[in-house]
């Protein structure tokens, strides 16, 4: 059975992540986002497919949820997991969702608050910019997992393999090599095809 997953957070790579999975047949059940405007054009467009997505008012609203996805900046992730992990605390003895979030810079152990709590956390990094505004096939996005547990792990694989595309299970240490590369090697050829036709 596929896990309900829902988003905190509604930018690029939420919109990008969310409409991929609803297209495979995963459930996004909810999603929160400090930013209504954000938020709501995500839920329309999961909505315009058929989707029952509800708008979380708060992040306690994702603890029903299999799989979390933190799917924001990465100066803002550590804000993020912190407000999750207080919203979560009053519930560390029951069942609380896996979480991961999106970066490639970011490692794992900044959810370590969550994992205090008994959550399963990981990582689901797309090699690529993703856009809200471009359509993305994900069978062209590389990703790279990691996990902190084997349940976690295979639900990873089986959303990557859904997914499509190829994908690697890194730890933080490589995954940061590999995000370090790919910014330099797009970043660089911008810049030099910037200075080639000014």
Known sequence: ?????????????????????QEKGYNISAVY???????????????ANGSGTQAAESLQELRTASLVVIAVTDDAIEEVTAALAEAFSPFRDNTLPAVVHTSGATPLSVLQPL???????????PLMTLNRNKNVEFRDV??????????????????????????????SEDRLKMHVAAVFTTNFVNYLLGLAFP
């Open 1 to 21: 059975m596929k896990p309900d997953i829902a988003f905190a957070g509604a930018g690029n790579v939420a919109f990008r992540f969310a409409l991929a999975m």
């Open 33 to 47: 986002s400090r930013t209504a405007k954000s938020r709501d054009r995500l839920i329309k467009a999961l909505r």
């Open 142 to 171: 590389p990703l790279l997992l990691e996990a902190s547990s084997n349940e976690l792990r295979s639900v990873l694989d089986r959303i990557a393999d859904d997914l499509g595309g190829e994908y690697y299970f890194y730890s």
């Open 115 to 125: 994992a205090e709590l008994g959550c399963s956390c990981g990582v689901l990094y």
